[in-house]
């Protein structure tokens, strides 16, 4: 099964890039020794914003690859659903 589409494929390479200048700014930020508050501040945005690019490639995932299934048998694509499911919870 494919990944994702393009349009997807470019949206989350945009959204990693900025999480990687993220992290970056916080490994600065730990080296120029800046406020302990401004810190988490940015590291709460990095997690939202890895849990933002998460959730968009889950619905991704769910709409190009378990919707396309027709070549697999019903119980194949509930173990697909249940993998998903499983990946959801361990992410919230």
Known sequence: MQAT???????MN????????QV??????????RD??????QL????????????????SYARDCLLQTEELSPAERADLV???LDLMARTA
């Open 5 to 11: 589409s393009e349009r997807v494929k470019a949206d």
């Open 14 to 21: 945009r959204r990693l890039r900025r999480i990687e200048g």
């Open 24 to 33: 970056q700014g916080v490994q600065r930020m730990l080296d120029d020794d």
């Open 36 to 41: 302990c508050r401004e810190i988490v501040q």
């Open 44 to 59: 709460q945005a990095i997690r939202s914003a890895v849990q933002n690019a998460t959730t968009l490639f889950m619905q």
């Open 82 to 84: 249940d993998e998903l």
